[in-house]
Structure formats: structure tokens, C-alpha cells
């Protein structure tokens, strides 16, 4: 399986789908878009390599051992959530835009498994970042707009931190290829250079403050597009952290305990912020922060004691597999219940990634975060002594949450139409409860197995099952936390700030809200930029081009 055909096929699909001549080809092929990146990482050689010196900075693309861990969940995800798109979608009369939108995002997903130089990483990030775009404002109605304008400001907000961070870690490293870049640069390089690089993929990773568009854009997107939202994409950024941050390679402890902390506040702010979601993909998306949280701090502990990085790779590696293929199941599951109601295989179908994510005995979850405490035991103190109780109490958290979905998931009746949203969704389920075990290594497996493993790992689901149920019996609701938290709050205290008298501040108002009025003939013009007809042509179109220049390798 050529590289380029992995790269290229979405781009090339993408193509057809927009031309009319050749659109119902494209929507026929569209679906298996992602099979050729699923065949590459499972049969491609070990450090296979493709080099494009023409390309970009001088492109390199190949297949380290980290790379084929991500494009193998990713490929898969993007495969089952394209089959399913075919089904969730056979009624949609603007199916054709999401499918063009659907096949850039995960051309760009793909360049970013197997991009091996910054510049090309860049490229691929921002192809899926701003394609992904699409995905959000589908539904084109008041909360998706709202949603993608969010999203948008966010997007462009971590785009200018990272190229300003890879700027400054290029110039240092005098090199752009990987992982040279911070094999060199690591001592070199300040630490502003990395901050920029963990704020700006922190974005896409969903560190609190950063994450607004999360619990945002999750609700309003079509049920595929938040699968690989939250199951795949979030993952470029804990990506992008494992390429450029020089793990491994010398201690940074400032940096190291900023993301400690803020991973573990992330595990428990998505907990309780999610908690007091009314809407089951909301609920899902702070689950995602919370989960990305796990992963944040185990970054943040390889930062803090480089020795421990060769146990801590492997640990973060399978917990975005187990997390990718748990919170996807999930998310096409939603739909599900919207297609078939809440019937009691529907339930149980929802039940095994709910418990996977708990880390209930017996699932993936349990192995992915053995291994992770296991990594993690050598920090130095306070650390160990303090995540060996807030590990456990976020894994009650998660079980809450868990519980508190199964409530929310929807009570839909059968469509005849739903038949087809079944096969993907259940090999998406068989490969979460096979995979994870497939990669694990033997201890790991030992140690859940043994008596002691079994206790650890069932008394945190079995104390969330009972509070869930006190709280289900009692009635109780709990407050409600408007999707988007923070952004909310702000809005909130920007809009009573406009509404009180300040005589003194009367002419910067004026000019501050009046600038808008000269604006008027750009407005246009961006507003004729913005149509898809447009918009969307002249955007694939550049992509569609990139994809024929490297047809002529």
C-alpha cells in the first residue's frame, strides 16, 4: 500500500464529490476513504519513509512505532464513522457538503499520523483543523453557527501559537525534521518556545480554559462528525505534544508540573462540569476533557523525569487507543438509540464502552490505566502520594458520568432506515474490546487479573453505580452548567458590561462597536467568500491541486 495513495484518496474523493458529473461515484467510494491509512498501519514496514524535497520546507512522511499506534484508531474510527455517515445521513439533501467537508478533515488526520517534519505536521494540522469547520456548522442552524464561530476563534488562536512556537523551535534546532528537532533543540531552546507548543496544541486538545469549543461544537455536529471529533481529532494535539516537546530528552520541570496539574484539573472539571449537562453528547464531550486530562499529566510527568519516558509512551499510547475507540463507540451509539430507542440491546451495546471508560474489570479501560499508574509510580514526591488518591476518585467520576449518559441517551423509535448505522457501530465495538488487549504487554495483564488488580479496578465503578443510583432514587438533578462554561460566564459579564452608564467610556464604546459601519463593502465581500459555493469550491479545490501535483511522483 503506497503512502500517497493514503494521503491522497480523500483529497482525490473529495474531488469527485464536488463535481456533479462524477458526484455519485465519489459518495459511493467516500465511505472507505479511511481503509487505505487502516491497511498501511497494520501491514507498512517498521521507519518506513517517503521524502519529498519539492514539497513544502522538504516534506517527509513515514511510520515510526508512535505513528502507527495513532493512525491505526484514527484510520479505524474515520472508517467506521464514514459507513455509518452513509446511513445517518441517506436523507440529508446537503450530504454531499459534508461528505467534501468529511474526506479534507481526515486527509488532514492522516498527514498529521504520518507527517515526520514541521512543516508538513503544520500543514496536515491545519488542513483538518479548518475543514473540520464544515463539520461543525453542518446543521446550519442558530447553535450550529454559534458553535463554529467559537470553534473558528479558537482554531485561528492555536494556529498562531503553534506556528509561532514551531517558528522559534526551527530556528533553534536549525532543522525542521523529526524527531531531530528536539534531540538538538532541547537544551537550546527556551522554555517559551515549548509553552507556546503545549498551549497551542492544547487547543485541540482540550486543556481547560482552551477547550470552549469542545462541549460546543460536539451537540451540534452530525453524530460521525463528533465520533471523530472527540475520538480522533483531540488526539492531534496530545499528538503533537509526543513530536515536539522534547520528551525523553531533558527534564523541564516548570513545564512538567503545569501540565501535571492541569491534567489532573482537567480529570476532575470534566467530571463535574459534565455532570451538569442536560444533553448526552454534551455530557460525552467534558468526558473527553476529562480523559485527555489523564493524558495531559502523564506528558507533563515525562517532561518532570525524562528516565521514565520509555514506560510512559507506551502507557499514553494505549490510552488514546482504548479512549478513541471507547469514546467513539459511544458517540455512534447516540445514534443509535435515536434510530432504534432504548431497547436493552441498544443499552448493553452502550454499556461496554460506558464501563470501558470507568476502568470497570475486565475492559480496556482497567489495562489502559494499570499500565498508566504503573508509569507513573516513579515522580517524585508529592506526586505519587497524591495521585494514588485522586487517580481512583477521577475513575468514580468517570463512572458517574458514565451512569449519568446512560440516563440522557435518547428514547427514539425504530426508523426504517437504521439498519444501516448497525455494522459499523458493532465492529467499532468488537475492535475496542480486542485491540486494547492485543497490545498490551503480559504484566500489565497479570497484574489486572490477580485478585488485588480485580478489587482495584471494580470498587471505583461499583461506588459510582451506587451514588447514581441514591441520586436516580432521591430525584435529585443537581445544578445545570450552560455547554461552553466559561465562554458563557464571559458572555454574561461582556453583556452587562455594555449595559452599564460609564459617561467616560461613551466615546471609546462608540468607536470600538461603531468601526463595523465603515466595514461594509469588505463585509460583503467576506460574506460572498463565506457562501459554500465558493468558499467551500475554492477550499477543496486547493486541496484537490496539492493532491494532482503529487499524483506526478
Request: proline share 7%; hydrophobic share 60%.
Amino acid at each position: 500500500m503506497s503512502l500517497s495513495v493514503v494521503l491522497l484518496l480523500p483529497l482525490l474523493l473529495a474531488g469527485l464529490v464536488l463535481i456533479p458529473a462524477t458526484r455519485r461515484m465519489g459518495m459511493r467510494l467516500a465511505p472507505w476513504a479511511a481503509l487505505p491509512g487502516l491497511a498501511f498501519a497494520l501491514a507498512a514496514p517498521d521507519a518506513y519513509t517517503l521524502d519529498l524535497p519539492w514539497l513544502l520546507l522538504g516534506s517527509r512522511f513515514g511510520l515510526d512505532e508512535t505513528g502507527r499506534l495513532f493512525l491505526l484508531f484514527t484510520a479505524l474510527l474515520w472508517l467506521a464513522a464514514g459507513l455509518y455517515a452513509r446511513s445517518y445521513l441517506a436523507d440529508d439533501p446537503r450530504r454531499h457538503v459534508f461528505t467534501a467537508f468529511f474526506l479534507a478533515t481526515l486527509s488532514g488526520n492522516l498527514g498529521v499520523c504520518l507527517a515526520q517534519d514541521a512543516a508538513s505536521f503544520y500543514f496536515a494540522f491545519a488542513v483538518m483543523t479548518f475543514s473540520a469547520y464544515g463539520l461543525v456548522v453542518h446543521e446550519s442552524d442558530v447553535e450550529a453557527r454559534r458553535a463554529g464561530r467559537v470553534y473558528l476563534v479558537m482554531a485561528v488562536l492555536g494556529e498562531a501559537l503553534l506556528i509561532a512556537g514551531l517558528f522559534l523551535l526551527a530556528g533553534a534546532a536549525q532543522t525542521h525534521l523529526l524527531p531531530e528537532m528536539t534531540q538538538t533543540a532541547a537544551i537550546e531552546v527556551p522554555g517559551l518556545t515549548y509553552g507556546l507548543l503545549f498551549l497551542g496544541f492544547g487547543v485541540k486538545a482540550g486543556v481547560p480554559l482552551l477547550h470552549m469549543w469542545l462541549p460546543l461544537a460536539h451537540p451540534v455536529a452530525p453524530t460521525p462528525a463528533s465520533a471523530v471529533l472527540s475520538g480522533a481529532m483531540i488526539k492531534a494535539g496530545l499528538l503533537g505534544w509526543l513530536r515536539f516537546l522534547p520528551l525523553g530528552e531533558v527534564a523541564m520541570p516548570e513545564l512538567g508540573t503545569v501540565m501535571l496539574s492541569m491534567g489532573l484539573f482537567a480529570a476532575f472539571f470534566g467530571v463535574v462540569v459534565g455532570l451538569a449537562q442536560r444533553q448526552p453528547k454534551t455530557l460525552l464531550a467534558y468526558s473527553s476533557i476529562s480523559q485527555m486530562g489523564f493524558m495531559t499529566l502523564a506528558v507533563g510527568a515525562g517532561l518532570l523525569l525524562p528516565q521514565a519516558w520509555p514506560l510512559l509512551l507506551p502507557a499514553i499510547g494505549l490510552y488514546a487507543l482504548h479512549h478513541g475507540l471507547a469514546k467513539g463507540a459511544l458517540f455512534l451509539g447516540v445514534g443509535v438509540a435515536q434510530r432504534f430507542g432504548r431497547n436493552s440491546w441498544v443499552m448493553a451495546g452502550l454499556l461496554l464502552p460506558a464501563l470501558a471508560l470507568a476502568g470497570a474489570p475486565f475492559t480496556s479501560g482497567v489495562l489502559a490505566k494499570t499500565q498508566l499508574k504503573t508509569a507513573l509510580a516513579g515522580l517524585p514526591a508529592p506526586w505519587p502520594e497524591l495521585l494514588a488518591w485522586t487517580l481512583p476518585l477521577a475513575a468514580v467520576g468517570t463512572g458517574l458520568l458514565m451512569a449519568r449518559f446512560l440516563l440522557l441517551t435518547p428514547r427514539g423509535s425504530k426508523q426504517d432506515d437504521a439498519a444501516g448505522l448497525l455494522p459499523s457501530w458493532l465492529a467499532l465495538l468488537a475492535a475496542m474490546l480486542a485491540l486494547v488487549w492485543m497490545r498490551v504487554d503480559s504484566g500489565t495483564v497479570a497484574a489486572v487479573m490477580s485478585g488485588a488488580g480485580l478489587a482495584s479496578a471494580a470498587w471505583p465503578a461499583l461506588s459510582a453505580a451506587l451514588l447514581a443510583y441514591a441520586a436516580w432514587w432521591l430525584g435529585w438533578r443537581g445544578p445545570a452548567i450552560p455547554p461552553g462554561d466559561v465562554l458563557v460566564w464571559l458572555e454574561r459579564a461582556g453583556s452587562v458590561w455594555c449595559r452599564v452608564p460609564m459617561p467616560k467610556l461613551a466615546w471609546p464604546r462608540r468607536r470600538i462597536f461603531g468601526a463595523h459601519k465603515g466595514l461594509t463593502r469588505p463585509a460583503r465581500l467576506e460574506a460572498s467568500l463565506f457562501a459554500w459555493p465558493l468558499a467551500g469550491a475554492l477550499w477543496l479545490l486547493a486541496l484537490v491541486a496539492l493532491a494532482g501535483a503529487l499524483l506526478l511522483l
